[in-house]
């Protein structure tokens, strides 16, 4: 029993020190833009931009996030499979294109739901364009765009028998502009849209990583009618003149969709900032959350953020910012390339912890200075 408790010891004391380390690398993710996928234009749709909460005014948006969660929506830019290496026909099943499959870190399925009111992006068959794909966190690797048959029947869920066997457009280690860590940064290239192409189409969007087996996979949907990439659907039908240039706006990832709780804590704005505290997952003895550093109509310069647990919660590990515990005081201040957030404009920062899972907390409160 003595050598039980020692073990124990030590396995807390490991735990504890995590603090001292250097933050955790990001890693990567990130969506197509330009042709939006279903992801990154209903979180556009969805996102409350005074609140930061999720509240879908396109149909097929709601219904994604009543299957899937508000989650689906905060990590708009997470479809992936980190066993990926490429793979595409054979390794995610028929059906599940959408989403990744199921293996992914969060639940997608809700937007490989067979509709015809998916937000949708105009072209031009033949047309060139200049395709762009945010870097939330940049890395060396290959995009692929595959384009539907003639025929495509979007009342149906999408099978890779629906889409061309080879990609119409591929590119590898494309220039980026921005970013990392934001919604406008992106990697972008020029290219040319398939010919012949008329009506309702969906192009499928593949990154896969060359340094990692890690691969990203998303829907855009689209429609050949002689448009110039204006975008219809989002936020209530109206049409966006300008989609390849889409506004800043804060990612936080909600409460995980197998333990919801209340909803994520939100503090007031006593110094020019805001801040949302969410959980991302738990697990028995622990658990993963991240906040939301949001700028008002000034930018910040500087920011701090505290909260005190409300229940015996610890402070494990901190990534993307430095976080000190005493008690049950947490205090979070920014990495130097975090520390100024533009007007409008939000950073996030994730962490562990351990004990009883804490989906909101007290005291919240972000400022500045």
Excluded at 38 to 46: A, E, L, N, P, V
Excluded at 164 to 172: I, K, R
Aim: aromatic share 10%.
């Amino acid at each position: 029993m003595k050598r039980l408790r020692l073990v124990a010891v030590a396995l807390f004391a490991a735990a504890a020190g995590i603090l001292a380390l250097p933050s955790s690398p990001a890693l990567a993710h990130g969506a197509i833009q330009v042709p939006g996928s279903r992801t990154w234009f209903c979180y556009q749709d969805g996102r409350n931009p005074s609140t930061g909460a999720i509240e879908p005014k396109n149909a097929a948006c709601a219904a994604a996030v009543a299957q899937s969660g508000v989650t689906s929506l905060y990590n708009w830019f997470a479809v992936l499979r980190s066993d990926g290496a490429g793979r595409v026909n054979g390794f995610i099943p028929d059906g599940q294109l959408c989403s990744g499959g199921t293996g992914g870190p969060y639940n997608f399925t809700g937007f490989n739901l067979a509709r015809t009111d998916w937000p949708t992006t105009h072209l031009t068959a033949g047309a060139n364009i200049q395709f762009k794909y945010n870097d939330w966190a940049k890395h060396p690797g290959t995009f692929y765009l595959y384009i539907t048959k003639d025929g495509y029947d979007p009342t149906k869920p999408l099978a890779w028998s629906d889409l061309e066997p080879t990609p119409f457009d591929q590119v590898t280690n494309p220039p980026a502009n921005g970013g990392p860590g934001t919604d406008d940064g992106h990697y972008y290239w020029n290219g040319k849209l398939p010919a012949g192409k008329s009506g309702k189409h969906l192009i499928y969007s593949v990154w896969s990583r060359s340094d990692s087996t890690e691969t990203f996979y998303g829907c855009s949907d689209v429609v050949f009618d002689g448009g110039n990439g204006e975008v219809t659907g989002v936020g209530g039908g109206g049409t966006s003149p300008s989609p390849s240039n889409p506004g800043p706006s804060p990612s936080n990832p909600g409460p995980s969709p197998s333990n919801p709780g209340p909803s994520p804590s939100t503090s007031t704005n006593p110094g020019g900032c805001t801040a949302m505290y969410s959980v991302v997952s738990s697990w028995t003895g622990g658990f993963q959350g991240e906040v939301m550093v949001h700028a008002g109509t000034s930018a910040v310069n500087n920011w701090k953020i505290t909260w005190t647990w409300p229940g015996g919660q610890q402070l494990a590990q901190v990534w993307s910012a430095k976080g000190t515990s005493s008690g049950s005081l947490v205090s979070v201040s920014p990495e130097s390339w975090r520390a100024n957030v533009p007007a409008g404009g939000h950073v996030t920062f994730g962490f562990l912890a351990s004990g009883t899972t804490a989906p909101s907390v007290q005291n919240l409160a972000c400022t500045t200075g």
